[in-house]
């Protein structure tokens, strides 16, 4: 009845420019073991390589504007078809179009798929030119950095420049990208408000709001507990596409706070078992066997509380 092996996890991580998602997406990548496919970073590359894509996508991306949906297709339909997303991929940045949207959902309907999981960060326009205007890149990571909110090492108080702004990891030099302008950004906000906000409705079952006009920390938390809002699903063994209002309930009070370590043990220990899928859950719970009994019993209430559901499904739609 249940087809969690068959299914990759097909996450979407969903904001305006400058909302958090290069700047999340990597930590997300790190506990789901799927790859984060960003689709800027890809057309960044193809012009860089000048490609045929990259001719194509080279002016419009710089003046903010949005690249054609044929294209942008072809180059996700060839990723996500490499072994690395075998177990899932973490769209950023598609899709950016209604149009896009319904031609990733033929292509995945192919292999009986579909998107389980979508994150919007949520951020005021008000906000965004700041961020976007302070933002460095490393360009071969796609680390984020900003001069104020998130200073590499390097710049140490100092202004910043090319010789003064240098990836944490590497020592590499950032640099800012042609489109992070506060005129191309009006005219990306603008496509993003008329073209790419409306895809969300398509999504609404299983999509998921994090407010991202908070500290990066209090927003990794909250990622953090929606990811294992996932691993409640699975836990319980029920499908992943998060339809179940059981679910969405339980994620949406997960996202109040911090889980306690016996939850989070208790999710771990059985994720372990039932997810070969996300690779990463049972790493995100290393801590000590401990407290055997609570675990127990709150496994037992949960699987209580799933199996009311099924006998009165009906009393729990729109609750
Ligand atoms: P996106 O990929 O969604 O366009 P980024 O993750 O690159 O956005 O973030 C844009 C800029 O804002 C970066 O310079 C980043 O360091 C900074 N930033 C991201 N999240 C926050 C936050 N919560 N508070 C302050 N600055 C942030
Ligand atoms: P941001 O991180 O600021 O949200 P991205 O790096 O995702 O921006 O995208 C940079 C540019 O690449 C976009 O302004 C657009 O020109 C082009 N682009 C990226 N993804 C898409 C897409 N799915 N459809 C059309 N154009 C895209």
Redesign the pocket.
């Known amino acids: 009845m249940y087809t969690i092996h068959d299914h990759r996890i097909i996450m979407m991580l969903f904001?305006?420019?400058?909302?958090g998602?290069?700047t999340h997406g990597p930590k997300v990548v790190d506990k789901l073991g799927t790859p984060q496919l960003?689709?800027?970073?890809m057309?960044?590359d193809a012009v860089a390589k000048d490609t045929e894509v990259g001719k194509a996508?080279k002016k419009?991306?710089n003046e903010?504007?949005?690249?054609?949906?044929d294209?942008?297709m072809g180059i996700i339909k060839d990723r996500i078809a490499e072994p690395d997303c075998n177990k899932g991929f973490i769209l950023?940045?598609?899709?950016?179009?209604v149009k896009?949207a319904e031609m990733l959902d033929a292509l995945l309907a192919e292999t009986d798929e579909k998107v389980n999981l979508v994150i919007e960060l949520q951020v005021p326009d008000s906000i965004l030119e700041e961020r976007?205007c302070g933002r460095w890149i490393h360009k071969a990571s796609g680390r984020s950095y900003h001069v104020k909110f998130n200073p590499p090492k390097s710049l140490a108080g100092r202004t910043p420049a090319a010789k003064t702004m240098k990836d944490d990891e590497t020592g590499e030099i950032l640099m800012q990208?042609p489109?992070?302008t506060a005129e191309?950004l009006v005219k990306?906000l603008q496509?993003y408000h008329n073209e790419t906000e409306p895809i969300l409705a398509r999504y609404k079952k299983c999509a998921y709001k994090v407010n991202a006009n908070q500290s990066m920390d209090k927003v990794s938390v909250d990622l953090d507990n929606i990811l294992y809002g996932l691993t409640i699903c699975v836990m319980e063994k029920v499908s992943l596409d998060l339809d179940n209002i059981f679910v969405r309930k339980d994620l949406n009070q997960n996202v109040q706070g911090p889980l306690s370590s016996a939850f989070m043990e208790c999710l771990g220990d059985v994720a372990s078992k039932f997810c070969k899928g996300i690779q990463a859950i049972p790493m995100l719970f290393q801590k000590p066997k401990s407290n055997r009994q609570k675990i127990d019993e709150y496994r037992n209430t949960m699987l209580d509380k799933v199996r009311k559901q099924e006998e009165q499904p009906e009393k729990l739609v729109g609750a």
């Open positions: 904001g305006p420019p400058g909302a998602k290069g960003s689709t800027g970073d057309l960044r996508a419009i991306m903010g504007g949005l690249v054609s949906d294209i942008v950023d940045g598609f899709p950016r179009t896009q976007i990208r489109d992070d191309a990306r496509a």
